[in-house]
């Protein structure tokens, strides 16, 4: 019976500590990585990439040979009087001949056709690096994909550690606040303060309690979208809350931008690169193409006897002939002379269209950049303020409680200085959620993350 307790009492803790062990507490890097592998947006993109990559292949397939077969063996009519031509795969034709008298004849025929485009003046050659292009634009896509997805989920981040701290800011005050209604009954049973103080910190009290519950309810719902972003459902996984008031001095500084790598103009590059190969092959479509062509067919028939009547399906292989077609081909659409400088226009509009668009992804990539770069510069010291002012107000609060709980101050008094206490904590939780923000932007701009991965590991 007491081993039969103990497993019992083992199984029990198991079960109640498996929620715990459950939930992973995973860093922004972590939150990164889990988002790559299942967020559906970046599967799409990836599926785009393995398609273009296909479709390079199989423009560079276009320039092989093209060789069909085709074999037949009928039986039918062979009435020659008028002529018959039946327009079925395969060859089956007979001429006029009163003469013949046959009823039926058997029919075998059988050829392979060779068709190579051999020379295009340059056209598959611009069809394939146009190709590239897209599989450059594809790869690129992706990676702006991924830099988007690490903008978006960072600020969920951020959001989520503001708002716990938020919350936490609110319990503070509520703990302070209930410190408040216990030293405000024992001053009531001294005599020392009158009965109201107690129904006013009831009411600050409930007023703090209602402001923790509203930050509660805000962290739990940032939760919930931050799980979109990563694929798992919130309850399984945690984050971890260090570093929100991390030492500015890891930040990055101003340095030379340089923007040639940055995806979202590697993107744009690659479309305007799509765009003028595009142009190169309109400019070729003027031009003829050249080809080899080559040939060879087994045709049988046994019609050599006028006398036989009726034929059988082996008499098509009793005289087989053989022959053969080798030589060059020209084809050239004449069309194309009337309509080439139409072509040529459009792609060129389309070389400025997409000439333009990097031009302003560039733009708006520098002044993200540089306006982000000021307003750090400017946080850091709003930062190193609020956070002495911070300072300042709660060794005031702490001097102002001591003496309040001696009677020498009245409680108004000390819920004023409570108040610049509580606004001075929440004015720097804003102004480091404020300053992360703005480094989130700058991080977007340089298309680099890693100081911040380094920050919240």
Same mark, same amino acid.
């Given at each position: 019976?007491?081993?039969?307790?103990?497993?019992?009492?083992? %199984?029990?803790?198991?079960?109640?500590?498996?929620?715990?062990?459950?939930?992973?507490?995973?860093?922004?890097?972590?939150?990164?990585?889990?988002?790559?592998?299942?967020?559906?947006?970046?599967?799409?993109?990836?599926?785009?990439?393995?398609? !273009?990559?296909?479709?390079?292949?199989?423009?560079?397939?276009?320039?092989?040979?093209?060789?069909?077969?085709?074999?037949?063996?009928?039986?039918?009519?062979?009435?020659?009087?008028?002529?018959?031509?039946?327009?079925?795969?395969?060859?089956?034709? %007979?001429?006029?001949?009163?003469?013949?008298?046959?009823?039926?004849?058997?029919?075998?025929?059988?050829?392979?056709?060779?068709?190579?485009?051999?020379?295009?003046?340059?056209?598959?050659?611009?069809?394939?690096?146009?190709?590239?292009?897209?599989?450059?634009?594809?790869?690129?896509?992706?990676?702006?994909?991924?830099?988007?997805?690490?903008?978006?989920?960072?600020?969920?981040?951020?959001?989520?550690?503001?708002?716990?701290?938020?919350?936490?800011?609110? !319990?503070?005050?509520?703990?302070?606040?209930?410190?408040?209604?216990?030293?405000?009954?024992?001053?009531?049973?001294?005599?020392?303060?009158?009965?109201?103080?107690?129904?006013?910190?009831?009411?600050?009290?409930?007023?703090?309690?209602?402001?923790?519950?509203?930050?509660?309810?805000?962290?739990?719902?940032?939760?919930?979208?931050?799980?979109?972003? %990563?694929?798992?459902?919130?309850?399984?996984?945690?984050?971890?809350?260090?570093?929100?008031?991390?030492?500015?001095?890891?930040?990055?500084?101003?340095?030379?931008?340089?923007?040639?790598?940055?995806?979202?103009?590697?993107?744009?590059?690659?479309?305007?690169?799509? !765009?003028?190969?595009?142009?190169?092959?309109?400019?070729?479509?003027?031009?003829?193409?050249?080809?080899?062509?080559?040939?060879?067919?087994?045709?049988?028939?046994?019609?050599?006897?006028?006398?036989?009547?009726?034929?059988?399906?082996?008499?098509?292989?009793?005289?087989?002939?053989?022959?053969?077609?080798?030589?060059?081909?020209?084809?050239?659409?004449?069309?194309?002379?009337?309509?080439?400088?139409?072509?040529?226009?459009?792609?060129?509009?389309?070389?400025?269209?997409?000439?333009?668009?990097?031009?302003?992804?560039?733009?708006?990539?520098?002044?993200?950049?540089?306006?982000?770069?000021?307003?750090?510069?400017?946080?850091?010291?709003?930062?190193?303020? %609020?956070?002495?002012?911070?300072?300042?107000?709660?060794?005031?609060?702490?001097?102002?409680?001591?003496?309040?709980?001696?009677?020498?101050?009245?409680?108004?008094?000390?819920?004023?200085?409570?108040?610049?206490?509580?606004?001075?904590?929440?004015?720097?939780?804003?102004?480091?959620?404020?300053?992360?923000?703005?480094?989130?932007?700058?991080?977007?701009?340089?298309?680099?993350?890693?100081?911040?991965?380094?920050?919240?590991?």
């Amino acid at each position: 019976m007491v081993y039969k307790n103990m497993l019992v009492w083992c %199984v029990v803790c198991l079960v109640g500590r498996a929620p715990l062990q459950a939930q992973d507490s995973l860093s922004l890097m972590q939150l990164w990585e889990k988002s790559f592998e299942n967020y559906p947006g970046l599967k799409a993109d990836k599926a785009v990439l393995q398609q !273009a990559t296909i479709d390079q292949r199989l423009t560079q397939n276009q320039y092989l040979p093209q060789l069909q077969f085709q074999a037949q063996s009928t039986v039918g009519s062979y009435q020659g009087t008028s002529a018959a031509f039946f327009p079925l795969p395969g060859f089956f034709n %007979v001429n006029g001949n009163a003469s013949s008298i046959t009823q039926s004849a058997t029919n075998l025929v059988s050829s392979a056709i060779l068709n190579w485009e051999f020379f295009r003046f340059g056209r598959h050659k611009k069809s394939v690096e146009a190709i590239q292009a897209q599989v450059e634009q594809a790869s690129a896509s992706l990676d702006a994909e991924q830099l988007h997805i690490q903008s978006k989920l960072t600020q969920t981040y951020i959001n989520l550690l503001y708002h716990q701290q938020m919350s936490k800011w609110a !319990a503070n005050n509520s703990q302070r606040i209930e410190n408040l209604l216990e030293v405000t009954r024992s001053l009531a049973q001294s005599g020392l303060s009158a009965g109201a103080d107690s129904l006013l910190i009831k009411s600050s009290h409930l007023q703090a309690k209602a402001e923790q519950e509203n930050w509660d309810g805000k962290s739990k719902a940032t939760k919930i979208i931050l799980s979109k972003w %990563v694929g798992s459902p919130e309850e399984s996984f945690s984050v971890k809350q260090n570093n929100f008031f991390a030492s500015l001095s890891a930040l990055p500084v101003e340095r030379e931008l340089n923007l040639e790598s940055h995806p979202l103009l590697q993107m744009k590059h690659a479309q305007k690169n799509y !765009a003028e190969k595009q142009y190169e092959i309109a400019r070729r479509r003027i031009f003829p193409s050249v080809s080899l062509l080559a040939g060879v067919q087994l045709k049988g028939n046994a019609l050599v006897n006028e006398e036989v009547n009726n034929e059988s399906w082996t008499d098509a292989y009793r005289s087989p002939t053989h022959n053969y077609l080798v030589g060059l081909g020209l084809s050239w659409n004449l069309n194309h002379l009337y309509d080439q400088k139409l072509f040529n226009s459009r792609y060129l509009e389309q070389i400025s269209i997409q000439e333009a668009a990097w031009e302003e992804e560039k733009l708006m990539l520098g002044t993200q950049y540089y306006s982000s770069l000021q307003q750090i510069k400017r946080q850091r010291e709003r930062i190193e303020d %609020v956070d002495q002012a911070y300072q300042n107000a709660l060794q005031a609060y702490e001097l102002f409680e001591v003496r309040y709980s001696s009677g020498l101050i009245s409680l108004t008094e000390l819920l004023q200085i409570q108040q610049i206490l509580q606004q001075a904590d929440k004015s720097r939780v804003q102004a480091h959620y404020e300053y992360w923000i703005t480094v989130i932007a700058f991080a977007e701009a340089q298309a680099d993350f890693s100081n911040l991965a380094d920050i919240f590991q």
